[in-house]
């Protein structure tokens, strides 16, 4: 389980630095490569669960608060979320361990900072799910 948790966490860091540098910063979420990242509007393969993948943010004060709707269970459950600004800037993230009861994390938002964050949540069965939030 640790060998896979090891792997899921690098592929983790291969499909953020894509997503981070890899694409112009000025497409939209829902033209990123087909089979990279899911969204909400573009499902691709996994049409049907963008309802309990795609993950979901709200700004509550001066936090960004996210949340991904989905089941946690040592076989499947969501492995972390991210939060980055568009052109790339890490705002936070955390991993989740199978135990938690929940996929649910919080993150400071940025003094002053107004525009378009992306948020991402990571299923260990069902790969990397992408959210624009705007501020
Ligand atoms: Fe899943």
């Avoid at 269970?73 to 929940?102: C, M, N, Q, R, W």
């Amino acid at each position: 389980m640790k060998g896979r948790r090891n792997f899921l966490k690098g592929s983790l860091v291969v499909a953020g630095a894509a997503v981070a540098g890899g694409i112009g910063r000025a497409q939209a979420a829902d033209k990123f490569p087909p089979g990279l990242v899911y969204t909400k509007g573009a499902p691709g393969r996994w049409a049907g669960k963008e309802g309990t993948h795609a993950p979901k943010a709200t700004l509550e004060g001066k936090n960004i608060k996210v949340v991904t709707p989905h089941s946690m269970s040592e076989k499947h459950y969501i492995v972390k979320h991210t939060v980055l600004t568009t052109d790339g800037k890490l705002i936070g993230e955390k991993t989740f361990a199978p135990t938690d009861t929940a996929a649910e994390s919080s993150y400071a938002l940025p003094d002053g900072f107004k525009g378009t964050l992306w948020v991402t949540s990571f299923c260990n069965l069902h790969d990397l799910w992408l959210t624009e939030f705007t501020v």
